[in-house]
């Protein structure tokens, strides 16, 4: 009796949910709706499934480009400033704790100055500007009458404020006249880390607020355009580039064209490392920058040099010169390397600022330089 009743019941349910669908399918079938809250609750029911996951829409008083946007934001070159200095003391210490030890004692005698000049040609400060800054040294403390050791250390401060010279101008050239953009060349050696440089120097100019455009005119090394584009994809600029092994001068006449007619403020030419003793290269190196210009005035033309190479890279300084008017250095690696005096020496040796320091592995590890402030972090 009670499993009869059970099948009828079961029996009842089927007919009527049957029933149910049956009238849902002739509905459809002819054109015909199901009620506006049913269409509610199935496309609340579709979004919330798993496999239709709710969007994430931006709310009104935010653009929905901005939304889409992956773009970094590059650190304001005067926060950069704040943040290398600690590693700039830190990676210099030796030269500044050397220089401040000798001029702490109670008397210099030969022998101390002895020490003071090869501390500093130690840091590859060079020849000339030590024997420069040694004779200066002495006399300020012979005239003065110093016997201060605070008041010894303090003239040496002003003393290498000095020969670093404060009074260069270090701002990058790039802006250019008549309405074109300014057109920066980056050259140097094979692995001073020029494209790096270049990548870096691109967030400098964004966070100040410039539309760049990038050129991949390296085409000898396979992926030195794919860097650099990764590079400016990261901060939202444009990376024009050639075919692999095609004419690096093509390619940057190509990016200066790009730039004037996008109204870019700068051009940044990254160009492939050469050894300065090749002259064919060089040769090339030349060409690069006649070919440029005849679209838009190169503006500045920046030396990247690697500090940990000391000496020798006051060679690479010169025959660049030589060939492309180096207007401005940037000295990488320096967080690698005791030997800070290389700026000194480079700038005496080519007569040209430097304008750029790149310390650490960080995106934004590149700064300009202040004289001031490298010569109080040398003597943190």
């Known amino acids: 009796m009670t499993t009869s009743l059970f099948v009828l019941i079961i029996a009842a349910a089927v007919v009527i949910l049957g029933g149910g669908v049956a009238l849902l399918v002739a509905r459809r079938s002819s054109g015909e709706l199901p009620p506006p809250d049913v269409l509610d609750e199935i496309t609340a029911e579709s979004i919330k499934h798993p496999e239709h996951p709710e969007p994430q829409l931006p709310s009104e008083d935010e653009p929905f480009e901005e939304k889409l946007s992956d773009r970094e934001r590059p650190d304001a070159p005067q926060g950069r400033l704040v943040r290398l200095r600690s590693r700039l003391a830190r990676s210099n210490s030796s030269l500044g704790k050397g220089l401040l030890a000798i001029l702490g004692r109670s008397t210099l005698d030969e022998a101390a100055w002895e020490e003071i000049e090869d501390t500093l040609l130690a840091a590859d400060v060079g020849v000339g500007p030590t024997q420069a800054l040694v004779e200066s040294l002495r006399t300020r403390l012979r005239v003065e009458g110093v016997t201060d050791p605070q008041r010894a250390q303090e ?15 270090r701002t990058l050239s790039s802006v250019g006249a008549d309405g074109l953009p300014g057109v920066v060349l980056v050259v140097g ?58 004419d690096p001068a093509s390619v940057g006449f190509e990016a200066v064209q790009h730039g004037i007619a996008d109204g870019a403020d700068v051009v940044l030419v990254d160009t492939a490392g050469r050894l300065h003793t090749k002259s064919g290269l060089m040769d090339e190196l030349g060409k690069v920058k006649r070919v440029i210009e005849k679209k838009a005035p190169v503006t500045e033309v920046l030396l990247v040099i690697d500090a940990t190479t000391g000496q020798n890279g006051l060679t690479q300084a010169r025959v660049f010169g030589e060939v492309v008017d180096v207007t401005g250095i940037v000295l990488t690696k320096l967080d690698g390397t005791a030997k800070g005096g290389i700026v000194i020496a480079v700038q005496q040796e080519l007569g040209v600022p430097v304008k750029f320091v790149g310390l650490g592995e960080g995106v934004d590890d590149l700064a300009p330089f202040d004289a001031v402030d490298f010569v109080d972090a040398l003597l943190d």
């Open 155 to 169: 003239v040496l401060r002003e003393e290498l404020i000095a020969i670093v010279d404060p009074g260069r101008d």
């Open 189 to 246: 050696v094979n692995g001073t880390g020029k494209t790096t440089t270049v990548g870096r120097l691109a967030r400098v100019l964004v966070a100040d607020d410039k539309s760049v455009v990038l050129g991949a005119a390296d085409t000898f090394r396979a992926a030195a355009a794919d860097q650099l584009q990764t590079w400016g994809d990261r901060v939202g600029v444009h990376t024009v580039r050639g075919p692999e092994a095609g």
